[in-house]
């Protein structure tokens, strides 16, 4: 081990003996998600660096410290990415925590989630001990599949030190259809759509205030795209000119977002299928129905988990309009699931120590 990671561990061991909170922090890019952000300083920027890149395997294994941007980088240099699309948000991000708070971009519906493309890690627990677990293989899990479970606990577990990640080889092909619909046409269409073998990656539908669009983004062998844009039509849009669309769409500065003022942003993580559902106000909807994006107000709240809940999903305080709004951020979990999440960080972190308050409110 080196000497950033020796100084981590003593500083993990040190806290744990006397019970110092540590606040894990990257580059700060999600200091806005989460409950509360409590405890002193623990910097994973130290713990920086690609450490092991085969791009014949599509396997790269990358320091918690490293910035987001700079493994993209090189991911383009041979022509490869992390098809999930973390965003990055107001810059800075690191691998550590995209890991950590498991979040996804535009092209999640179809491509995955975060969590399906690590493959192993190294992390170092609340009693200050190094843990490897998983690998640089997909199939290398006989058991509890930790790695993984570490996508989104959002450093309540542990500290992660490295990580290993599958990757893939940029699509050949790529085209943005934009089509003139309401909330309820677009739902439909993405249904009928879903159900047949388009190369689907992202779609995004908004009400601007004056029209209602959605734009569908397709990825994949030439003659598919090509194919999948004389079958469903729409406008085609250039791809240089779309492109920063979809990338301040991932980072939540298209102009709906930015126009939030001090409303709070909910995210609703609903059926692909659920209808349109009765909101404040038309939502920004992403993931072919699966996300929709809601500003709302304080006193929404619960109507919205009401909604979320009836629709069979859930709902999540994503960026409150004021830092005070006593809204928990994440919707309560049933008891049995609760008592699991707990119990783990406890055998994971018994002085909890690790991001305490970040997942749950009183712990």
């Not at 989630?113 to 200050?128: E, I, T």
């Not at 930790?146 to 490295?162: C, F, N, Y």
């Not at 055998?347 to 409110?361: C, E, K, S, T, Y």
Request: proline fraction near 7%.
């Amino acid at each position: 081990m080196d000497m950033a990671l020796d100084s981590v561990i003593e500083r993990i061991r040190a806290a744990a003996q006397d019970g110092t909170p540590l606040r894990i922090r990257g580059g700060g890019s999600k200091d806005f998600y989460g409950e509360t952000v409590q405890g002193e300083l623990l910097d994973t920027r130290a713990l920086t660096g690609i450490t092991s890149y085969e791009p014949s395997e599509l396997v790269v294994t990358v320091r918690a410290g490293t910035p987001l941007a700079e493994l993209e980088s090189v991911l383009a240099e041979r022509g490869q990415c992390l098809p999930f699309e973390p965003p990055h948000f107001e810059g800075g991000a690191t691998v550590g925590g995209m890991v950590a708070a498991g979040l996804s971009g535009p092209a999640r519906a179809s491509a995955g989630s975060a969590r399906d493309f690590v493959l192993g890690l190294s992390m170092v627990n609340g009693r200050g001990e190094f843990l490897v677990f998983g690998g640089q293989v997909m199939k290398n899990v006989a058991g509890y599949d930790v790695s993984r479970l570490m996508a989104g606990a959002l450093g309540t577990l542990g500290l992660i030190t490295e990580v290993s990640l599958k990757v893939l080889p940029r699509a050949p092909a790529e085209a943005t259809l934009k089509f003139g619909m309401t909330q309820g046409e677009a739902l439909q269409k993405l249904n009928e759509w879903g159900g047949k073998p388009l190369p689907l990656n992202a779609s995004c539908w908004v009400d601007d205030g004056l029209t209602t669009t959605l734009y569908l983004r397709l990825r994949g062998a030439v003659a598919a795209v090509e194919s999948a844009c004389r079958a469903l039509g729409g406008e085609r849009q250039d791809n240089a000119a779309v492109a920063p669309d979809w990338t301040l769409c991932r980072d939540q500065h298209l102009p709906w977002f930015e126009e939030r003022g001090e409303r709070d942003l909910w995210r609703l993580s609903v059926p692909q299928t659920a209808p349109v559902l009765d909101l404040p106000e038309p939502p920004l909807v992403e993931w072919h129905g699966g996300q929709r994006w809601v500003r709302a107000l304080p006193g929404d709240a619960n109507r919205l988990r009401d909604i979320a809940t009836a629709a069979g999903g859930h709902a999540t305080l994503f960026r409150p309009g004021h830092a005070s709004t006593p809204v928990p951020r994440f919707q309560p979990l049933a008891p049995a699931l609760d008592r699991i999440h707990r119990e783990l960080k406890t055998q994971f972190d018994p002085q909890h120590i690790f991001n305490r308050g970040r997942l749950f409110a009183h712990a």
